[in-house]
């Protein structure tokens, strides 16, 4: 292939394909070779030949491996209009390193909506400190899963905040002939700066510098920035290219904004159906939301709709009344409370609520239960006294698990539990014990925190996936962004259920395109296979063993296939683990995962499969269909 000849351990890799396929005729019918199962020959071709006999005699299957192109499944919701396009990113001392993943993740999420290539969108990324950096370059890469791969890649780099030296590096360098940036004129150049301090350097020249020379700049503050400089550095009008954000946590928000920027043709996708919506798609400009019909629950894909509709719950709020919070913040808790008691269904049957409150000490405010409507709670919320003192969260975090839910404070038998821990502070107890015996309980766990608060504490307290479970903001004044961000969501997923399959796999592709890149050479951060197997990120496709899933879960894939849906099963995989222990050490670096090729043809696959043990490829692959 490709002109190069197969080396003598490929021919007979190759024809004991034939020999097996051949022996095992009535099993191995209709076998496909595809690209995929090249790759898996070139990575075997060290096998025992035991192994391999085994690999590819059970990979005799009625369907063909065809992944979809995932550059079209993670394509923007709109056709964006070519530009080459520069985030200059501030990574001073003043931006911590969790906030400098936020600000990568945005990034990144911006460069999700666009139609990445080299006659379409080029992004280049500059990194400034006291310094500057090229992190990325508008000629770099060609496609979105490399470019989002770099992002990942990027660190801060910890110094001064010399914005206007990187504006200048921007105009010199990123957006020049040399570095891939295009002359013509209906090219647009766009920098899209982000900063949260005061420049040490003059940015009004340099600013209007760039912009003569034809680059549209967007500012983005966070937090104390200086406003007045950011108004310097943008384009007009000042109101369409300034934006500023209390947090970096909230910078997610300008996701959408930036993706409709580079939008060329908005059109109705609910009109013209290329929307995955469940129930009902509603039109937004460039884009559209998903709702569900009355009595149904949206899921949190944000399209699949489950009959699960406002099951009835325990929550218990554990709130930190520590000295740190303050009289007047405490006040604004107590109406974040009640805020959250609004969004849900309180009745005698439906959702109970309870309050602990703690500091030094922990103490029940009233237990669940006591109250079965929403003006009691509130009523009771208003008349709590705040505790002040320290900030013993582990002690309350075990208080809550061995007392608030118990039969004596009220709690239901067979009812989900939730709890919600609000803090502001590092606690001055251990919490990783508590934490843990809490969500070993049946205990779903939410985190928010404000101010102080330890974002790896927060996820140490939330149950996964953490991502939804965990909130964080600067302020105590704007925690009702919180409030209509934290949506309690208990619906289990029932892979008997086609109401609970989820739409997984555009996520899913677009995770491989994020994760993977077919092409180029090893790096010193690879580990290859062997001289001539120059992979890097490379994405193995092994079929699932069907045979080795129970019943009740084939029977759910066939009949919802009927429906054009595809499942990602918690049960499937937490199976297939239990089936396989020595997979369990891949799982927490996010190595293996779920995708649907085509059905019945259900598959696992390997990240970066180079670093893995060839006897994994055997154990995993596929034995004959039914």
């Known amino acids: 292939m490709g002109g190069q000849r197969a080396s003598p351990d490929q021919g007979v890799c190759l024809l004991l394909y034939m020999v097996v396929v051949i022996t095992c005729s009535s099993a191995c019918v209709g076998f496909i070779l595809s690209q995929a199962l090249q790759k898996i020959f070139r990575m075997t071709r060290r096998m025992p030949l035991q192994g391999l006999v085994m690999l590819l005699c059970i990979m005799g299957a009625r369907a063909s491996v065809d992944p979809r192109n995932a550059a079209a499944m993670a394509a923007g919701l709109c056709k964006t209009k070519p530009a080459d396009v520069v985030f200059i990113i501030d990574s001073s001392r003043s931006v911590r390193p969790s906030e400098f993943e936020q600000v990568k993740v945005f990034m990144t999420k911006v460069i999700e909506g666009l139609t990445v290539g080299q006659d379409a969108i080029r992004v280049g990324v500059v990194n400034y400190a006291s310094r500057v950096k090229n992190e990325v370059s508008l000629k770099s890469h060609k496609t979105k899963a490399a470019l989002v791969k770099a992002v990942s890649k990027i660190e801060p780099l910890s110094t001064g905040t010399m914005t206007g030296l990187a504006i200048q590096f921007a105009l010199n360098v990123a957006f020049s002939e040399a570095e891939g940036g295009r002359k013509s004129a209906d090219i647009s150049k766009v920098a899209i700066i982000v900063t949260d301090g005061r420049p040490q350097d003059n940015i009004r020249d340099v600013a209007l510098k760039a912009r003569e020379a034809g680059i549209e700049i967007f500012a983005i503050g966070v937090g104390r920035v200086d406003l007045t400089t950011l108004r310097q550095m943008a384009s007009e009008p000042l109101q369409d290219h300034v934006d500023y954000v209390e947090s970096y946590s909230l910078i997610e ?21 290329d929307h995955d919506c469940e129930h009902i798609c509603i ?50 808790v107590k109406k974040w409370i009640m805020t959250m008691i609004d969004k849900l269904e309180v009745s005698e049957t439906k959702t109970h609520v309870g309050l602990v409150q703690y500091s030094s000490t922990v103490k029940t405010e009233f237990p669940l239960g006591r109250y079965n409507d929403k003006k009691s709670l509130k009523e009771a919320v208003k008349k709590m006294d705040y505790m002040e003192r320290g900030t013993m969260t582990g002690m309350a975090l075990g208080y809550m698990s061995q007392t608030s839910f118990t039969l004596s404070q009220g709690s239901r038998p067979q009812i989900q539990k939730v709890g919600i821990v609000f803090t502001d502070g590092r606690s001055q107890d251990y919490i990783g014990d508590a934490a843990r015996k809490a969500k070993e309980n049946g205990i779903i766990m939410y985190a928010v925190g404000v101010g102080s608060a330890v974002e790896d504490e927060l996820k140490e307290i939330a149950s996964e996936p953490v991502a939804d479970h965990y909130f964080y903001t600067a302020d105590f004044k704007t925690m009702n962004q919180i409030a ?21 796999q555009k996520k899913v592709e ?44 084939q029977t759910s894939l066939k009949f919802c296939h009927q429906r054009g849906q595809s499942l990602m099963s918690k049960e ?55």
């Open 572 to 626: 499937l995989k937490k199976y297939i683990f239990q089936k396989f222990p020595t997979i369990n050490r891949f799982e927490e670096k996010k190595v293996i995962t779920f995708i649907n090729v085509s059905f019945p043809f259900y598959s696992l696959v390997f990240l970066n499969p180079r670093c893995l043990q060839y006897e994994l490829l055997i154990v995993m692959a596929t034995i004959l269909l039914l």
């Open 484 to 504: 209509k961000k934290l949506q309690i969501n208990v619906c289990k997923e029932d892979p008997c259920e086609c109401n609970s399959i989820t739409n997984f």
């Open 510 to 553: 677009e995770a491989l395109q994020a994760l993977t890149n077919i092409t180029g050479s090893c790096d010193e951060e690879d580990c290859c296979i062997g001289e001539q197997d120059r992979l890097k990120s490379t994405s193995l496709i092994l079929p699932l063993p069907l045979l080795l899933v129970p019943l009740h879960i």
């Open 253 to 273: 928000k300008l996701t959408k904004k930036f993706q409709e920027v580079f939008c060329e043709d908005v059109v109705d996708l609910c009109a013209t159906g």
């Open 283 to 332: 039109s937004t400009p460039g884009s559209f939301k998903c709702a569900c019909r009355e009595g149904f629950t949206l899921m949190n894909d944000n399209r699949s709709c489950s009959e699960c509709s406002n099951p009835a719950l325990d929550v218990v709020f554990l709130i930190d009344g520590s000295k740190s919070i303050r009289p007047e913040n405490f006040e604004l």
